[in-house]
């Protein structure tokens, strides 16, 4: 089994930043792209910005400039930090990893189970 922990959420003022990890755990061979995705009250679920193994990088409009994911490959974790925060940029954030758990190719898709971030002054 493979499960994805997510940690750094909290309460920050707008114009503040925060730091997001997502560390990968289990039965791992390993894990081509890794992302953010964000869901805020009453809105559908968002993607944020992801990151393949090699480092290429993609954000959605609202972010860019303001956030940054990054990957360490041998600690199976991926960072997301945030700065200049808005009040709009308060939402739960989700991880997700695109995971080969055995030598056959397949990848399973996977989701963290959330971290909550609000700005707010």
């Known amino acids: 089994q493979v499960q994805l922990v997510e940690s750094g959420g909290g309460l920050v003022q707008p114009g503040g930043s925060l730091r997001l990890s997502c560390a990968a755990a289990?039965?791992?061979?390993?894990?081509?792209?890794m992302g953010w995705y964000r869901q805020a009250p009453g809105n559908e679920r968002e993607l944020v910005a992801t990151?393949?193994?090699?480092?290429?990088?993609n954000y959605a409009d609202s972010v860019k400039g303001r956030f940054a994911i990054s990957r360490d490959n041998a600690k199976n974790t991926v960072y997301l930090q945030m700065n200049s925060l808005k009040p709009e940029d308060t939402a739960v954030y989700f991880c997700?990893?695109?995971?080969?758990?055995?030598?056959?190719?397949?990848?399973?898709?996977?989701w963290g189970q959330g971290t909550q971030v609000t700005v707010s002054s």
């Open positions: 289990g039965s791992i061979v390993s894990i081509n792209a």
């Open positions: 997700t990893g695109n995971i080969l758990r055995d030598y056959t190719g397949y990848e399973y898709f996977y």
């Open positions: 990151i393949t193994s090699g480092g290429s990088t």
